[in-house]
């Protein structure tokens, strides 16, 4: 079975300011994809950047990165500069397969708001 | 392009009554994903699509829960008899059957409110 686990239900930061979300994660399978979404108050799950098991380089996005520790079984994401629009829920989540059409195993989440 | 629609957005219904929830897909999608948010909460998987047979229903919480497709398009998520504890938020997905991360689309979900 996966667990996404995610420590941080709430986090405020100043605009500007990076931060960083933590996520862990645990599962017995050698391959497997890692995800963030970003749920604004209006309720659509939005992706934000992927991390597959086997890749050797972290993922970046645009202001987003995630901090891939396969060791450590943690995938942070990190957001850069953060403006008020990043005000919101952040979920990391998990699929078994490196790729393919499989389901999501979600974190419960960190709401995460940017302070002016 | 149109992203995934659900249908109605709001549903309030009346304890034992039964209700339908609608999810039309990105075009070209195969794969299809059916998921719950409590308040508050993280998202639970309740069932996937692969075309119009469902390979995984492991998340489906009980025998009063059943979905369909049909077309290889829309989705309906049926429960039956409703129970208080079904109030959520229930989410579609649908992701392309290739590419590089397989990310899943989601839809604005229907906000079910057993009374």
């Known amino acids: 079975a996966q667990k996404i686990t995610q420590t941080q239900p709430g986090m405020f930061v100043q605009e500007k300011e990076a931060v960083t979300l933590d996520c862990t994660y645990d599962?017995?399978?050698?391959?497997?994809?890692l995800f963030w979404y970003k749920q604004p108050s209006s309720g659509e799950m939005i992706f934000l950047i992927y991390q597959g098991s086997y890749d050797q380089q972290n993922a970046t996005e645009g202001r987003y990165s995630l901090n891939f520790q396969k060791a450590r079984k943690s995938a942070n994401l990190v957001i850069s500069a953060s403006q008020l629009g990043d005000s919101a829920m952040y979920f990391c989540a998990m699929r078994r397969s490196n790729f393919g059409n499989e389901k999501l195993t979600f974190g419960t989440g960190t709401r995460l708001t940017i302070i002016p | 392009g149109a992203g995934v629609s659900q249908s109605p957005s709001n549903k309030v219904t009346e304890k034992g009554k039964d209700v339908e929830l609608r999810c039309d897909p990105i075009?070209?999608?195969?794969?299809l994903y059916w998921y719950r948010q409590r308040l508050g909460q993280g998202l639970e998987f309740l069932i996937y699509f692969q075309g119009n047979s469902a390979p995984d229903k492991s998340g489906l919480p009980s025998d009063r829960f059943s979905a369909e497709r049909t077309g290889e398009s829309v989705s309906t998520l049926t429960i039956q008899r409703t129970q208080q504890e079904d109030s959520a938020v229930y989410l579609c997905a649908s992701s392309f059957p290739a590419g590089a991360t397989y990310e899943q689309y989601f839809g604005p979900g229907t906000r079910l409110t057993v009374t």
């Open positions: 075009s070209g999608h195969t794969a």
């Open positions: 599962t017995s399978d050698p391959s497997y994809g």
